[in-house]
């Protein structure tokens, strides 16, 4: 079964430094990977996404990802944090079947 | 653009009642989906429309759950019989589907349910 893992709980980073979310991922065939953003008490946002292609990705709000087939992982960054980048941050992959299965999230906070 | 637009925002009821989740897709999108948030699950996958294929339903829990799509937009979801493990917030989530299925899934705000 298509499986992402994040390891990680919370990732607190101070304002201006580099940010780096972390996935890794467990998939039979080719990878389809997304990264979401949630806000509270709202949905959530798509960022980027990997389907095919360069294994660096570049998304919405500065957001980049880099895919790696060797280690299998699927990492957000993002090079200068802002305060408002603190949220709820979701790796996924797609599934045969055209679910999505997603990590447990990662609560990102960035500290002034 | 209208997203994807779910109502109520907010449900509380007691247990025992039947309770129904109202969700409207971004216009064109074919493919519709239910995931439900809680905090001990995570995000959970509970049912897939695909335009006018069978639904796949092989996340709903139980069979007091249940969801219809008419006329290939809007979709409720319905949780009959409610029980406080039923608390959570049900996110929808609508994309392209077909020859888009590798876009993105856009999803509404969600409906947080509480069962007293």
């Known amino acids: ?112 | 653009g209208a997203g994807v637009s779910q109502s109520p925002s907010n449900k509380v009821t007691e247990k025992g009642k039947d309770v129904e989740l109202r969700c409207d897709p971004i216009s064109g999108h074919t493919a519709l989906y239910w995931y439900r948030q809680s905090l001990g699950q995570g995000l959970e996958f509970l049912i897939y429309f695909q335009g006018n294929s069978a639904p796949d339903k092989s996340g709903l829990p139980s069979d007091r759950f249940s969801a219809e799509r008419t006329g290939g937009s809007v979709s409720t979801l319905t949780i009959q019989r409610t029980q406080q493990e039923d608390s959570a917030v049900y996110l929808c989530a609508s994309s392209l589907g077909g020859q888009g299925i590798n876009q993105p899934q856009h999803f509404g705000d969600g409906t947080r349910l509480s069962i007293l």
């Open chain 1, 1 to 112: 079964a298509q499986s992402v893992a994040q390891p990680e709980d919370q990732v607190n980073v101070a304002e201006g430094n580099p940010l780096t979310v972390k996935c890794t991922y467990s998939v039979s065939g080719n990878p389809y990977l997304f990264w979401y953003v949630q806000y509270p008490n709202r949905g959530l946002q798509f960022l980027l996404k990997y389907i095919t292609g360069d294994n660096l990705v570049k998304g919405s709000y500065g957001f980049e990802a880099e895919f790696n087939k060797s280690q299998t992982s699927f990492h957000l960054k993002k090079p200068s944090a802002l305060v408002s980048d603190s949220a709820l941050y979701f790796c996924a992959v797609r599934d045969p079947n055209n679910r999505l299965a997603f990590g447990k999230g990662n609560q990102v906070v960035v500290i002034p």
